[in-house]
């Protein structure tokens, strides 16, 4: 976790537990990095899409 995130979790605030913050950011942290793959991905198949394109 990065020194953001333990900020978060010494704020408190007395509704949620710390450990449902941690959940919360080891899940979002878990989905940023999902998306980042995901576009990389796609950026890819697309470049080797446009390389290997077939003509009529």
């Known amino acids: 976790m990065s020194e953001t995130d ?3 979790l010494h704020q408190g605030g007395g509704r ?3 450990m ?3 959940d919360h ?3 979002w942290h878990g989905f940023v990095a999902f998306v980042k793959w995901m576009s ?3 950026a890819v198949i697309m470049i ?3 390389i290997f394109r077939t003509h009529g």
């Open 6 to 8: 333990e900020e978060i």
């Open 48 to 50: 080797l899409l446009a």
């Open 16 to 18: 949620t537990s710390a």
């Open 40 to 42: 990389i991905s796609i």
């Open 25 to 27: 950011l080891n899940t």
């Open 20 to 22: 449902d913050l941690k």
